[in-house]
């Protein structure tokens, strides 16, 4: 099937731009007079933007503009529109081109008998599972708008939490880099000037200067390499984070460094319990819940313990046991867990230790970046004075001598 571009009024009187898929061109025009359209123009596309080999780097449809068309369409679907009309008027207001082409794709699929959820399910990454299962049960239990409002919340906490732990993490890195451009910059520029200066003292040089020293005509004669290498470094870094073995590491380490490991826990257990009891509130059963909320916690020794989680309920084992045996979680997760089996409002006393550990990332995260900025400042005197401490004392002996 091919893509047209086409210009209609609509039945309404609107004039609208879009594109469709069909057969042939006389398919296309049917298909927009059968929806009462007056067709002003229509023609095939060969667009890189409308082609469904496009390629992108990274996931071209971030959480912002999946927050954005939830929180539009449920607005869409509350002033009593249908859901296919609500997906075509979806199409006109979206401006990222990937999310807009699998609305139209996702319209397609609902007009030939899919649920919203399967087709949505058919764009492969573009929609998330969370999003996927959350209005697959708002389609069952005939809540759908309830579904949309419940996950807009989800996603909105979803970003502040991210919002907040990006920003924790801008000062340090920023620090850190601008660190290392200093320590090159002496190396490479500064030492070398003094070599005059040295050479006046020869083997009277102390131990820190000589090393400086020997550390500057290493990157002097290898400036090139040296630079090479940390960016070889960072990038390795970075395609460490994205393999599994890399997320594995960083999670355990994650979980055993001092000042991050209370963060993680408290922003996995946030995360868990805010997840949990959205799905469960939405009536999505606890066991695909698990499943779905260990997909969506990003730390891999959490997620292994939800899985585990999973087997155990799935075998008739309260949530509250392995979640305590895991000894992941803190006290008060597993307690109000078991409180919420005990009386039959899990997914009330989870939406309770949500709203508690919300609160207390956004303390952990204030608390991570009180710490860190001293510490990273302290790095950077201890390095950067080091080095013209080592410079510094060369001359205080020839002014001893000259004295």
């Not at 732990?165 to 601008?178: D, E, F, G, K, R």
């Not at 001092?258 to 059963?285: E, R």
Request: aromatic share 6%.
């Amino acid at each position: 099937m091919a893509t047209y571009k086409y210009r209609i009024t609509d039945k309404f009187g609107r004039d609208k731009k879009g594109t469709l898929e069909a057969g042939s061109p006389e398919a296309a025009t049917a298909k927009l007079k059968g929806e009462g359209a007056v067709v002003h123009s229509i023609e095939e596309t060969t667009n890189v933007e409308d082609a469904s080999w496009n390629i992108t780097i990274g996931n071209p449809v971030k959480l912002k503009d999946i927050t954005l068309f939830c929180r539009q369409f449920n607005s869409i679907l509350n002033a009593g529109v249908t859901v296919i009309e609500g997906l075509k008027m979806m199409q006109e207001s979206t401006e990222n081109k990937v999310l807009r082409k699998s609305i139209y794709n996702v319209q397609v699929n609902v007009e030939k008998g899919e649920t919203l959820a399967n087709a949505m399910a058919l764009e492969g990454k573009v929609f998330p599972d969370l999003l996927i299962n959350m209005v697959a049960a708002g389609e069952a239990t005939g809540n759908l708008s309830v579904a949309f409002e419940r996950i807009c919340t989800q996603f909105e906490k979803d970003m502040k939490l991210k919002s907040m732990i990006t920003s924790a993490m801008i000062y340090p890195v920023v620090v850190l880099v601008v660190a290392v451009i200093v320590v090159i910059i002496l190396m490479a520029k500064v030492i070398p000037s003094f070599q005059e200066i040295f050479d006046m003292l020869e083997g009277q040089l102390p131990l820190p200067t000589r090393i400086v020293i020997a550390v500057s005509d290493f990157v002097v004669a290898n400036l090139v390499w040296v630079i090479g290498g940390i960016i070889a470094v960072i990038a390795l870094i970075a395609y460490a984070k994205n393999t599994e073995s890399g997320k594995q590491l960083s999670s355990r380490m994650c979980l055993k460094i001092p000042i991050i490991k209370d963060f993680s826990i408290k922003n996995a257990s946030a995360k868990f319990s805010m997840t949990m009891s959205t799905l469960v509130m939405s009536g999505v059963p606890l066991v695909e819940a698990l499943g779905i909320v260990a997909n969506v916690v990003e730390n891999r020794v959490v997620r292994k313990v939800l899985n585990d989680a999973r087997e155990d309920v799935m075998q008739g084992i309260p949530m509250s046991e392995p979640i305590e045996a895991s000894g992941v979680f803190p006290m008060m997760v597993h307690h109000m867990l078991r409180i919420g089996e005990e009386t039959g409002n899990v997914e009330q006393m989870l939406e309770k230790v949500a709203v508690y550990y919300e609160d207390e990332v956004e303390t952990a995260t204030k608390n991570l970046t009180t710490a860190m900025e001293p510490a990273v400042i302290c790095l950077l005197a201890v390095v950067v004075g080091g080095i013209v401490g080592a410079i510094v004392m060369p001359m205080m002996q020839i002014y001893s001598m000259a004295g």
